[in-house]
């Protein structure tokens, strides 16, 4: 399984498994015995089917980090106009949780300090990424061993080699000798 396919995979199961404890835990506290009351039909049918829409919704917001995760681990956010977009995101972020009163702020302490390094390093690495390297997010043709970006001036030819180095998505060309 490749990380393109992590997602489809985790998603569905990860839903399917708090459904499924959801429907046990229920059936477990029906039967308790501190359960005084008779449920009727219709009592267990509305127990059980706004237990089913409130687990699937728990799965859809509990997803959220990891589909944002999963989602920026790609170059492909380094890739115009995507690499903008969210450099604007995260400049207007920077802006407020530096310069004005935000959650952060009401639990004092050294929280707002956090939070402002926290935004700032994010900010700062993404902009150099996006701006002083981005030779380092050429997509690479490992068939043809030339180079698929406006700077495949850089490394193209036969004179090149695509070789990945930390992870599938970053490739990088390296001139041979």
Request: hydrophobic share 50%; proline share 5%; with cysteine.
């Amino acid at each position: 399984m490749n990380r393109k396919d992590w997602f489809r995979y985790f998603a569905p199961r990860f839903v399917t498994l708090a459904a499924v404890m959801g429907f046990i835990l229920r059936i477990v506290l029906i039967f308790m015995p501190q359960t005084v009351r008779d449920f009727g039909f219709l009592d267990i049918l509305r127990i059980f089917g706004l237990g089913l829409l409130n687990d699937v919704a728990f799965s859809a917001i509990a997803l959220v980090p990891a589909f944002v995760i999963y989602s920026l681990m790609t170059s492909a956010k380094y890739r115009k106009p995507a690499g903008y977009l969210i450099e604007g995101l995260l400049v207007a972020l920077a802006v407020y949780v530096i310069g004005f009163n935000d959650i952060t702020d009401e639990y004092g302490g050294v929280v707002p300090g956090i939070a402002d390094a926290l935004v700032a390093i994010i900010l700062i690495c993404f902009s150099i990424k996006l701006f002083v390297c981005p030779p380092l997010h050429l997509a690479c043709s490992t068939s043809s061993v030339q180079c698929l970006s406006s700077s495949a001036r850089l490394c193209s030819g036969r004179n090149s080699q695509c070789a990945s180095t930390l992870s599938p998505s970053i490739i990088w060309c390296i001139p041979t000798r």
